[in-house]
Each structure stands twice: as C-alpha cells, then as structure tokens.
C-alpha cells in the first residue's frame, strides 16, 4: 500500500521496512504513522480499560522497531501488540 506524506507519495511498508533496517530510522516514522489508527482501535478491543490503547500500541512499535533485525519484514503490528498485550513486550 502506497500513501502519500508530505513530500508525495511514501513507498510501501516492506520498502520502508528494508530502509530501517539498512539504517534509516527516519523510514520507520511513515508506517507508524500509517499503522497507528488501526493498531489503536485494535487494542483498545481488547483493553479491558480502553484509554490505555495508546501505551499499548506506542510500546507494540518500540518492541517492533527494538526487534526488526529479527523479525520478517511482512511484520504484523497486531500480532506484535498482541505479545504487548499479553505481557510479553517488556
């Protein structure tokens, strides 16, 4: 899925992915910014205190940026907030 930023049209999540990798932390900042809305809402269904959705998405990505080097690059946020979830993103 392509998205347009401010500078025009952002390249896909795996591009961007491969780029954080390689290096350019900046590249993971379009993918937060596409994913977040949906992670959100995501967790905040399965929160039993909703207001708590925020931390739990923030930390889903901290864990999944601390971890790219291991994960594959078709990373699912929600299956990473879903290790948060259950405690085991600390």
């Known amino acids: 899925m392509k998205c347009v930023g401010p500078d025009g049209p952002e390249p896909g999540d795996a ?5 954080v990798k ?3 932390t900046e ?3 379009p993918v937060v910014r596409r994913h977040l809305p949906s992670l959100r809402a995501f967790v905040a269904l399965h929160l039993p205190v909703p207001h708590l959705a925020d931390e739990v998405a923030h930390e889903a990505f901290v864990f999944a940026f601390r971890h790219l080097h291991e994960l594959l690059i078709g990373v ?3 299956d990473v907030a879903g290790v948060c979830l259950a405690g085991g993103g600390h």
């Open 27 to 29: 590249a993971f900042a």
């Open 22 to 24: 390689r290096g350019d």
């Open 15 to 19: 591009e961007l992915l491969r780029r």
């Open 76 to 78: 699912c946020f929600f």
